[in-house]
């Protein structure tokens, strides 16, 4: 099968969302499909310079970020940037001829909303949201040209696994809604064997503006990590946070040790280095996230799990669908948090070991993709 996957990896110029495309483009073609990569900024590329702190609206940068992202990997020659006026990477014709011969193009989250003739043109498109909650706020809200988009794929997918339970305030515009999970690529994130002392994080404090449904707000990390300030005073665990977004003695007042997220994680190599030294993570989902309690889950936190690093992350609704306890471990408030950590510490070779099998059954891509693809054409 030929597979076009379309991601946000130059315009993010982060490890992190490097790894989230890859983790599909790895995946599909240790499958044995034929693979490629698009990104499409729609009228125009407008990136951030992470290293001058600045923008630009040239396609040079970002393109090179993603030649540097995937040539390692051998997708050196399988990937185009593109906007409404150039195109790098691929010659464009070329580009146009796997199109031709596609059977599925992937969109993951919202890469692109200027849609082109060549993209009607593979057999099945799929929608993966990596959002939810807000994905579909925003729809209901009267964002025509994401709710536009996302019809255009046939099947449509969403990490939000609890959206039309009950209690689940996620609404279901722009579906109907099929539940899947983040992949990890195995054979790139093997059982670390570093020693490790802290439990860390990688986090953006504000990626986008709080969205509104219903007369609730639903805030981003901003709204939610406050409440864990004190953390670290009440525990001997170090703890590390690899942020972007906050004043760093904010977070030092509290004790918390602090790095440059947009250092840390710059590339892929360091974004997994970060995780692979870590003891554990300790994650505090978006406000949003834990507010609607759509059962999310991060594609951050399925390489420390792959890793054989525990997980230690505020409850989503994530018991319903995940088995919790061991490995994976979930918390509401500071108490059950400090608990959490102490639980991981007493039998930590038992968490890790624990971690590992639930990325190898429930995260593994060789289990999540071939799903994937069954949903899309069924």
């Known amino acids: 099968m030929t597979i076009i996957f379309a991601g946000t990896i130059g315009r993010s110029g982060l490890g992190g969302q490097a790894w989230a495309g890859l983790q599909y483009l790895l995946g599909f073609r240790a499958l044995g499909h034929d693979v490629y990569y698009l990104e499409d900024c729609g009228r125009s590329s407008w990136v951030y310079i992470w290293e001058k702190e600045d923008w630009t609206h040239e396609l040079d940068y970002p393109a090179a970020y993603v030649q540097a992202c995937l040539e390692p990997f051998g997708f050196g020659d399988r990937w185009i940037y593109r906007d409404n006026y150039k195109a790098l990477g691929m010659p ?13 193009l992937v969109l993951r989250a919202s890469p692109f909303w200027n849609w082109r003739p060549e993209y009607d043109l593979p057999k099945r498109r799929a929608y993966i949201d990596v959002d939810p909650g807000y994905t579909q ?23 939000g696994h609890r959206a039309g339970q009950p209690d689940c305030t996620i609404p279901l515009d722009g579906g109907p809604w099929l539940s899947t999970q983040p992949p990890v690529f195995l054979p790139e994130w ?33 709204r939610a990590f406050p409440r864990f300030f004190e953390l670290p005073r009440q525990t001997s665990q170090r703890l590390r946070l690899a942020q972007m977004g906050m004043k760093p003695e904010v977070l030092e007042d509290h004790g918390w040790e602090v790095v440059a997220g947009e250092v840390f994680s710059r590339t892929p190599g360091l974004y997994w280095r970060f995780i692979q030294t870590s003891r554990a993570e300790f994650s505090v989902p978006k406000h949003g996230y834990v507010a ?72 593994n891509s060789a289990v999540v993709l071939p799903r994937l693809l069954d949903d899309a054409f069924a």
Not at 307 to 314: D, F, N, Q
């Open 292 to 363: 609607m309690r759509g059962g999310w889950f991060s594609d951050r936190s399925v390489c420390y799990l792959a890793s054989g690093r525990p997980v230690l992350i505020e409850d989503t609704g994530l018991q319903d669908w995940l088995p919790c306890g061991e490995g994976l471990l979930t918390f509401s408030d500071l108490e059950s948090a400090l608990a959490g950590i102490d639980r991981i510490n007493s039998d930590y070779e038992r968490h890790r070991q624990a971690a590992r099998t639930l990325a190898e059954t429930t995260f």
């Open 190 to 222: 093997p059982v670390a064997d570093q020693e490790a002392t802290h439990f860390t994080s990688i986090i953006r404090w504000q990626g986008f503006k709080e969205v509104v449904h219903g007369g609730v707000a639903y805030g981003q990390r901003d």
């Open 92 to 104: 464009l014709e070329a580009f146009r001829d796997v199109c031709a011969r596609a059977d599925l």
């Open 137 to 159: 706020i925003s729809i209901a809200n009267g964002d025509a040209g994401l709710a536009q988009g996302i019809a255009r794929a046939e099947k449509r997918f969403t990490y």
